[in-house]
């Protein structure tokens, strides 16, 4: 009887999220539906170029491979959408939800994630270029093998977040604590760490100087311009 209770639960909590048909055609028509509900919704492979969806229920919808350039999806839910190899440059996604979201191999060139919610997505082999993710949850995030080249991080919640084989040149992370984060085989030149806990990392090998560290907490670092280490 439990195992019943919690089937017929499921099915009823999956039913939920269906997108409403009236707004599926409103949206087809126009590219334009604020605060809809296209959850589930199958939206991969289309021309969404300039879409205002802003404030819409985008959970589970799927949009790989689909042409985003510019659409506003600002304070939507995206929670586990599939986003593969999409194009999202200019996108604003301010204060939208993409918990365990699929990026892989998206392009968010210069996009806007500021306040974004991006706990345990997956960004890897993305081109991120200038993105602005100033203020958002990046905890568990991977960015493995990204181009986030000049991406801005400040303020940012940074906890876990994978950042392996990711070229970050002239990124800003500023005020942020990077001692849980993973950096295997990570660029970091000219990478602004100002006001930024960067204990125990190692930045021999980079181009980076004393500027690039102001006001940082820098115990057990190790520097490309001085083999003394200030100990914890």
Avoid: H
């Avoid at 604003?92 to 500021?114: H, K, V």
């Avoid at 690039?212 to 670092?221: G, K, L």
């Amino acid at each position: 009887m439990k195992f019943i209770s919690y089937l017929l639960s499921l099915i009823f909590s999956l039913s939920l999220l269906a997108y409403d048909e009236n707004d599926l055609e409103t949206f087809k028509k126009t590219k334009k539906c604020e605060n809809c509900d296209l959850s589930n919704a199958n939206l991969s492979k289309l021309d969404l170029s300039n879409a205002i969806l802003s404030g819409s229920n985008l959970t589970l919808t799927n949009f790989t491979n689909t042409n985003l350039y510019k659409a506003d999806l600002s304070f939507t839910s995206l929670f586990k959408s599939k986003m593969y190899i999409s194009n999202l440059d200019y996108a604003n996604l301010e204060g939208a939800n993409l918990t365990e979201a699929r990026l892989n191999g998206a392009s968010l060139r210069n996009a806007n994630l500021i306040d974004a919610t991006l706990i345990s997505s997956v960004m890897s082999k993305s081109k991120l270029e200038e993105i602005i993710l100033d203020g958002a949850n990046l905890k568990y995030t991977k960015f493995r093998g990204a181009d986030l080249k000049k991406a801005k991080f400040n303020g940012s919640i940074l906890s876990f977040t994978d950042f392996s084989a990711a070229d970050l040149t002239e990124a800003e992370m500023i005020a942020l604590d990077l001692t849980n984060s993973v950096f295997t085989s990570t660029k970091l030149d000219k990478v602004n760490f100002m006001n930024t806990n960067v204990s125990g990392m190692n930045f021999a090998k980079f181009n980076l100087t004393e500027g690039n560290f102001i006001n940082s907490i820098t115990c057990d670092t190790i520097f490309p311009w001085s083999e003394d280490i200030e100990k914890c």
